[in-house]
């Protein structure tokens, strides 16, 4: 799988496209892009697998990859994944991935994130990834209706007090 290389502007603009971003502005979005790592995974190749160390949130670029996990979900175009662990509390690391993600038949363009970088943001992502990480939730209904949003947001609001 060969596609042109992304600038960081293209990584910029391709932010403000991605819901998970979208609340950031343009210089934030270019704060993240400079971080940026771009990955092409072919066909099959793992992202990462399970238990392996968590340190980047990934975004879709092109293509599809998809979870090895009791629900398998598959992310496409502009979709995060990885973002969950980025959340928790650094301090409380290392943290370990829960499932394999590997790239589907096309291969898959991946941009990703270092967790310093969105440790750096994490004030301005934090309201709108609860909105973002609780939508994914519900669309895999891996949830308690309302258990896992409380602590989630519970833990959101005592970054915010830091």
């Not at 895999?140 to 896992?148: D, E, H, K, R, S």
């Amino acid at each position: 799988m060969s596609n042109p290389p992304l600038s960081r502007e293209d990584i910029t603009n391709f932010l403000a496209e991605c819901s998970a971003f979208s609340s950031l502005d343009h210089s934030q979005r270019l704060a993240l892009a400079r971080a940026a790592e771009l990955s092409e995974i072919d066909p099959g190749e793992p992202v990462f697998q399970r238990d392996d160390p968590a340190t980047h949130v990934f975004v879709v670029v092109s293509g599809v990859v998809e979870a090895r996990a009791t629900v398998s979900p598959r992310y496409l175009r502009g979709q995060i994944f990885g973002e969950l662990d980025a959340i928790r509390d650094p301090e409380k690391g290392p943290f370990v991935r829960r499932a394999a993600v590997v790239a589907l038949d096309s291969g898959a363009t991946l941009v990703a994130f270092p967790f310093d970088a969105i440790y750096a943001l994490r004030r301005e992502l934090a309201a709108h990834w609860y909105e973002v990480v609780v939508a994914h939730y519900l669309h895999l209904n891996q949830i308690v209706p309302g258990g896992a949003n409380r602590a989630f947001k519970a833990e959101v609001e005592m970054s915010d007090e830091e």
